[in-house]
């Protein structure tokens, strides 16, 4: 298995409050991703990264930031939590043997904003 | 997304029988993934196809790619309760250039033992 792990697993926050997701690869992969899950919307790409210090916004940016200060760190940071950012995160990686556009996906990451 | 419509939304199977889930694009696709997502779990990845008239096999799972249609289908032979969970399908419109695949609202799968 790809080794990727998200941090924390599940959190419970109240609005208003910052959060921070990590994410952490042992796999060397030049691109990670920030994806959101919720119910009837699909997955929705937050944002992604294609090297250290270079991201990109995906469809769903506001409200999100992310950093990349190392190849294997990818953050997500909400700076104000809102109930609409009650969510399942996952993070995801490509750029391996597999092919570029193969992810290899995190367990995931359940907020509830309260 | 409209650019990816999943059917059916949700299934359920007798074990051993064989089905089938589409996934259709409104847009010339460059690329179409499968996954599958075990509740509460990350997605694994199952297959690409980047060809029309592509397909392929993974266990029991065969996925192809209809190119005139823009459509891919996949396909389970004698169903097993392994094999329940989310199935998720995702587009590259953008000849593998682009980072930003859509994704179908996936298909949830049961199968009864």
């Known amino acids: 298995d790809a080794g990727i792990t998200q941090s924390p697993r599940h959190k419970v926050t109240e609005t208003g409050t910052p959060v921070t997701l990590r994410c952490h690869q042992t796999?060397?992969?030049?691109?990670m991703y920030w994806y959101r899950q919720d119910p009837g919307h699909g997955l929705r790409l937050i944002h992604y990264?294609?090297?250290?210090?270079?991201?990109d916004k995906g469809e769903v940016s506001d409200g999100y930031s992310v950093s990349r200060s190392k190849t294997e760190d990818f953050l997500l940071t909400l700076e104000s939590a809102t109930s609409s950012q009650t969510s399942v995160y996952f993070c995801?990686?490509?750029?391996?043997?597999?092919?570029?556009?193969?992810?290899?996906f995190g367990a995931g990451s359940r907020l509830t904003v309260l | 997304s409209q650019e990816l419509e999943q059917s059916p939304q949700s299934l359920i199977v007798q074990e051993g029988k064989n089905l089938t889930i589409n996934c259709t694009s409104s847009?010339?696709?460059?690329?179409l993934y499968w996954y599958k997502q075990k509740y509460g779990e990350g997605l694994i990845f199952l297959m690409m196809?980047?060809?029309g008239g592509e397909e392929k096999s993974h266990e029991k799972i065969t996925a192809k790619l209809d190119e005139k249609k823009q459509q891919s289908s996949l396909h389970i032979t004698a169903s097993q309760p392994s094999h329940a969970g989310i199935y998720l399908c995702?587009?590259?419109?953008?000849?593998?250039?682009?980072?930003?695949?859509?994704w179908g609202l996936g298909t949830s799968l049961a199968v009864n033992p």
């Open positions: 990264s294609y090297g250290v210090k270079d991201t």
């Open positions: 995801a990686i490509s750029g391996g043997n597999s092919g570029a556009n193969v992810l290899t």
């Open positions: 796999e060397n992969h030049r691109y």
């Open positions: 847009k010339t696709l460059y690329g």
């Open positions: 196809l980047q060809k």
């Open positions: 995702g587009a590259d419109y953008n000849a593998g250039n682009n980072r930003k695949l859509i």
